[in-house]
């Protein structure tokens, strides 16, 4: 008679990737959809993207998963768009003040 192999014969598990990460990664690129969305825009989604980018790349370092990669640039993504809502923000304000002096004039009202 022939003699099998002595243990069960299945392929070891690969590593999973971390479902934070992928999370992040999501809601990074989602961020810049989310901003038709009323009331959770853009920031919230951006800052998900941030926050679960943090914890997957702690618990990647932790466990060893795979991921570390799509939790960097859910994060990358998440802090491009909060600079560019910034920006916008900032350019906004600075345009209202500009089109403020340039309707109204710089004087006083008498």
Known sequence: MPHGPAGPTYA????????LAI?????????FFANIVP???GFT???????TGYMARQQIRESGEQGMGMATA??????IHLALLGLLILF??????????TLFGL???R
């Open 45 to 51: 989604v951006a800052l998900v993207a941030i926050v």
């Open 74 to 79: 859910g994060m990358v993504i998440g802090i």
């Open 23 to 31: 999370i992040s990664l999501v809601a990074g690129i989602g961020s």
């Open 92 to 101: 906004l304000i600075f345009l209202i003040f500009v089109l403020g002096v």
């Open 12 to 19: 070891p598990a690969a590593n999973r990737t971390n479902t």
């Open 39 to 41: 009331g959770i825009g």
């Open 107 to 109: 004087s006083r009202p």
